[in-house]
C-alpha cells in the first residue's frame, strides 16, 4: 500500500512542504504504508540524491509518477511536465511544450523524466506514468507507446501506464485496441476516468467487458471511485455512495486475482481521492470531508483485498486518530 503525495505536500494541494518529507514519511511508515507515490518533479525538487538515501534510512518505497507533457498549460495549474527543475545527473530535460502532436518532444520530455527514475532504482518500487494525449491519432498513439515499451525493455523500468483523463488512455473504448498493438505495455488503473468518460459504471456490461480485458495487464491501481458525473464520489463512507464502492471493489478484485494468477511476488495499491478541485467543496470553499481519512478508509479496504487474494504478509494500515492532521 503506497500514500500518494498529492493532498499532502503543498505543491499538490496538501498543506505540508516538501521540506517535510521526511516527518511524513515517518508517519506513513507508523501507519503501516509501504512507501509514498510522488511525481518525480518534486523528488528532484527535494534532491535525488537526498531522496534515495532518505527512503533507504526509513525502509520505504517510491512510486514515481513521470508526464510526458502538462495537461492544461493554457488555464489552471499543469500537471507537471518538466517544470525546470535541475537534475542531479545531468540529464537533459526539453522544455515543456504547449500540447500537440509532436508526438517526438512529448516522448523526449517522457524519457528524461524515466531517465531520473533509473537513477533511484534502489528504492523505486514502480513508476506511473500520465502517457500522451487523447486526441492523438491512433499513428500517433501507437508511435508514442512503441517508443515507451522499447525504452522501458531495454533498461528493466517497470513503467505502468495509467487510464487517465486527456491521456491516450482516457476512455474505456479505446484500451482494447491499445493492448492488442502493444503486448508488452502495462497498466496502472485509475478506473475512475472510465465512469467519467463513459457517464457509468461497474453495473454497465461494455465497461465490465473493458474491466476484464485490461485486467491481466495492470500492475498498479489508484483507488478512487467515479461515479457518471465525475472521477471522485463524496465519501465512500457514505451509505447512498455504498453501491458504488461495491462495485469498484469487484473491479479490484478482478484485478487483484489476475495478478495472483500470473504469480506476482507484489501487487500495488495507491488509494487516490484527492484535494479540491477533484474533492467537494461547500459554498465557502471549505473542502466537505477529509480527503486524507478518505484515502485512509480505502486504503483499509484495499489492504483487506490484498489479504483475501494473497493471504499472509499483506501489509496492515493502523487507525490515525490524528485524521492527517500531524504535528511536523
Known amino acids: 500500500m503506497f500514500a500518494t503525495a498529492w493532498g499532502i505536500i503543498d505543491s499538490q494541494g496538501g498543506q505540508y512542504p516538501l521540506s517535510k518529507l521526511p516527518s511524513i514519511l515517518d508517519k506513513l511508515k507508523s501507519l503501516g504504508y509501504s512507501g509514498i507515490e510522488i511525481p518525480i518533479v518534486l523528488v528532484m525538487q527535494f534532491g535525488s540524491k537526498k531522496f534515495e538515501a532518505l527512503l533507504k534510512e526509513k525502509g520505504l518505497l517510491a512510486v514515481a509518477m513521470i508526464f510526458s507533457s502538462g495537461a492544461s498549460p493554457s488555464g489552471g495549474p499543469p500537471t507537471p511536465g518538466n517544470l525546470n527543475v535541475p537534475s542531479d545527473f545531468g540529464i537533459n530535460h526539453p522544455v515543456d511544450p504547449l500540447d500537440g502532436h509532436d508526438v517526438d518532444t512529448h516522448c523526449a520530455i517522457w524519457e528524461g523524466q524515466a531517465k531520473e527514475c533509473l537513477q533511484i532504482q534502489s528504492v523505486l518500487h514502480a513508476v506511473t506514468s500520465h502517457t500522451g494525449k487523447d486526441y492523438y491519432s491512433n499513428e500517433e498513439a501507437d508511435k508514442h507507446f512503441a517508443f515507451c515499451t522499447a525504452f522501458e525493455q531495454s533498461t528493466g523500468l517497470v513503467v505502468n501506464h495509467e487510464t487517465h483523463r486527456a491521456r491516450i488512455l482516457y476512455s474505456p473504448w479505446v484500451v482494447s485496441r491499445i493492448l492488442a498493438a502493444h503486448p508488452a505495455l502495462h497498466l496502472c488503473a485509475d478506473l475512475s476516468h472510465f465512469s467519467c468518460v463513459a457517464e457509468s459504471g461497474p ?5 465490465n467487458k473493458v474491466v476484464a480485458n485490461l485486467a491481466p495487464r495492470v500492475r498498479h491501481v489508484h483507488a478512487r471511485v467515479g461515479f457518471e458525473e465525475g472521477p471522485q464520489i463524496l465519501d465512500p463512507r457514505l451509505p447512498n455512495w455504498k453501491p458504488y464502492l461495491d462495485g469498484y471493489t469487484t473491479w479490484w478484485m478482478i484485478i487483484f486475482n489476475h495478478a495472483k494468477t500470473r504469480g506476482d511476488a507484489v501487487f500495488s495499491t495507491t488509494p487516490e481521492f484527492g484535494p ?4 467537494w467543496i461547500d459554498m465557502k470553499g471549505a473542502t466537505v470531508s477529509n480527503v486524507w481519512s478518505v484515502n485512509h478508509y480505502v486504503g483499509g479496504i484495499c489492504s483487506n483485498l490484498h489479504k483475501q487474494v494473497f493471504g499472509q ?16
Open 313 to 328: 504478509g499483506e501489509v496492515n494500515l493502523q487507525s490515525d486518530p490524528e485524521e492527517g492532521v500531524w504535528d511536523m
Open 276 to 279: 479540491p478541485s477533484y474533492a
Open 203 to 207: 453495473l454497465e456490461p461494455e465497461i
